[in-house]
């Protein structure tokens, strides 16, 4: 994957700003503390401390299954950094009876539709001549370190069922299994999103 992003050229740059860099992961804000948590956060944006170091923060993944709990961190999260980053968890492609998306995949792309309109950045930034920001999408696969899954049936119990409230489309998934979320389709499927993503920047 890093041979994809070795052009660096024509990626949004920052060239003369400091910058420090904060992650976070796994928020799940369906718990109300954590929420509460994201929002008594107090601001890193540059004209807020006064300060000339700009703040980015990289949030990787499993905020809530719920679009419009997503969309309240990210929309905080925004007035509190100069640039968010963020990759989409499993969490977020949960699928309920409510979900407005027709599959996970769906879901997936109403996702990045929101950050785009919100300001929040799922693809490469360069910040300066030191650091860049590169979002990689991922699913997890089978056959890491070395396992090949070929069927189901070769999985435990727990492993057949994990993310099972996730419903994929038969283009990644056995039309027959459409919970299955250890599809061997679909950790490509993610990663080739990586390829295809490459010269699409913000601006």
Known sequence: ???SFDDVRGWPSNAKSE???LAVSDVHVDYSDN????QGLPSYRACDVGGNVRSALVLAGDISHKVELIETTLRALV???DLVFYCPGNHELWMTRKSAASSSLDKFMDILELCDRIGVRCRPTKLNDCISIVPLFSWYSTNFNG??????????RSEQAFDAQCVWPPAVADPANPRFSSAPALAPFFSDLNHQIRTQ???
């Open 19 to 21: 910058w420090q860099v």
């Open 79 to 81: 007035g509190k950094f």
């Open 35 to 38: 929420m509460a948590w994201i």
């Open 1 to 3: 994957i890093s041979a």
């Open 147 to 156: 396992f090949i899954a070929g069927d189901r049936a070769e999985l435990s």
């Open 201 to 203: 920047h913000h601006c």
